[in-house]
T-cell receptor, first 114, second 115 residues
Framework: DTAVSQTPKYLVTQMGNDKSIKCEQN?????MYWYKQDSKKFLKIMFS???????INETVPNRFSPKSPDKAHLNLHINSLELGDSAVYFC?????????????FGPGTRLTVL | AQTVTQSQPEMSVQEAETVTLSCTYD???????LFWYKQPPSRQMILVIR??????QNATENRFSVNFQKAAKSFSLKISDSQLGDTAMYFC????????????FGKGTKLTVNP
C-alpha cells in the first residue's frame, strides 16, 4: 500500500500552460506539505495544510496555488508555467503539525517546462 | 527499490556534547549522493552536509561530519559541540546520479539538545 502518492510522477509541458499535481495520503494524517527540490538538490518548503487550513505559505509566486479538498488530498496547481518552475516537487504528510511528527514523503513529481 | 532507513526516531544530547545520528540505505546504484537535512520547527529544510559516493573522504562542515561506509551502505552524521540551535528533525536522503534524480528520504530523527 502506498502511503503518500503523487500523480503524475513525470510531467513535461510547455511554457505558459497550467498544470496540476495531485497528492493523496492514506495514513489518516491531518497535515500535508509541498516541497520543491531544485537543480542543486536543495529542498524548500512551499506550503503546509493542517486539517484543510493553510498553515505555511512560503514566498512562492502566486502562480502556485495549493488546494485541499479534504484532509487526504493536497493538490498543487501551477498557472502560466515558466522555465524556472522545472524541478521535482514532493508531497509529504504527518500526523499533526508538531515538528517532531514523522513526515512521510511521496515519490516526487519531476516537472519539466520546455 | 531504493530505501533510506533512520533507525532512531528520537535522540537527545547535552549541550556541548557529541551525538551521532545513524542512516542506512539500500541501492544497486554505484554513483549517488547522500545528504543530511535539518528541519527546525519553521519547517525550512536546511542542507547540512552532502557526500558524493565516489569520494572516499568523509565530508565535514564545521561541527558536522559524516562517517560514510559505502560497502556497508551507512551514512551517519556526527554533531560535535552540540548547540541548542541544533534541536530539529534531521532527514537523511539519497539521490542516484542520473536517472530520475529524485531524493529518497528517511523518516527523520528528532534531535533535542538539552541545556
Amino acid at each position: 500500500d502506498t502511503a503518500v502518492s503523487q500523480t503524475p510522477k513525470y510531467l513535461v509541458t510547455q511554457m505558459g500552460n497550467d498544470k496540476s499535481i495531485k497528492c493523496e495520503q492514506n495514513l489518516g494524517h491531518d497535515t500535508m506539505y509541498w516541497y520543491k527540490q531544485d537543480s542543486k538538490k536543495f529542498l524548500k518548503i512551499m506550503f503546509s495544510y493542517n486539517n484543510k487550513e493553510l498553515i505555511i505559505n512560503e514566498t512562492v509566486p502566486n502562480r502556485f496555488s495549493p488546494k485541499s479538498p479534504d484532509k487526504a488530498h493536497l493538490n498543487l496547481h501551477i498557472n502560466s508555467l515558466e522555465l524556472g518552475d522545472s524541478a521535482v516537487y514532493f508531497c509529504a504528510s504527518s500526523q499533526d503539525f508538531d515538528f517532531s511528527d514523522t513526515q512521510y514523503f511521496g515519490p516526487g513529481t519531476r516537472l519539466t517546462v520546455l | 527499490a531504493q530505501t533510506v532507513t533512520q533507525s532512531q526516531p528520537e535522540m537527545s544530547v547535552q549541550e556541548a556534547e557529541t551525538v551521532t545520528l545513524s542512516c542506512t540505505y539500500d541501492t544497486s546504484e554505484n554513483n549517488y549522493y547522500l545528504f543530511w537535512y535539518k528541519q527546525p520547527p519553521s519547517r525550512q529544510m536546511i542542507l547540512v552536509i552532502r557526500q558524493e559516493a565516489y569520494k572516499q573522504q568523509n565530508a565535514t562542515e564545521n561541527r558536522f561530519s559524516v562517517n560514510f561506509q559505502k560497502a556497508a551502505k551507512s551514512f551517519s552524521l556526527k554533531i560535535s559541540d552540540s548547540q541548542l540551535g541544533d534541536t530539529a528533525m534531521y532527514f537523511c536522503a539519497f539521490i542516484p546520479q542520473g536517472g530520475s534524480e529524485k531524493l529518497v528520504f528517511g523518516k527523520g530523527t528528532k534531535l533535542t539538545v538539552n541545556p
